[in-house]
């Protein structure tokens, strides 16, 4: 299976289209993959397995979300004030 994420991975290009988000304004999909990266990360950190996988949100929120945005939400995730649910 991580051979299988591996190689999508690779072929990536830009986000696909995700059918809960079937509208031109994407703010909403760019806010739901930033959060799906972190808490996959959470989850896999702490149970020690392979966080490759969680990649796959990362370049999705990369290519969706304005840096700024990113920047924004990494530092109140440090100072412990982000608004979402990880």
Known sequence: MAEEIK???????TAPFDS???NQ????????NYL?????ERALGAKGSDVSPC???????RSLCPI???TT??????????????
């Open 25 to 32: 304004n994407q703010t909403k999909n760019c806010w739901q």
């Open 20 to 22: 809960r988000f079937p």
């Open 55 to 61: 990649q796959w949100y990362r370049r999705v929120y």
């Open 7 to 13: 190689e999508k991975l690779s072929r990536y290009r």
């Open 68 to 70: 700024e945005w990113v």
């Open 36 to 40: 799906d990266f972190h808490r996959c």
């Open 73 to 86: 939400w990494d530092e109140y995730r440090e100072e412990g004030t982000f608004p979402g649910k990880i």
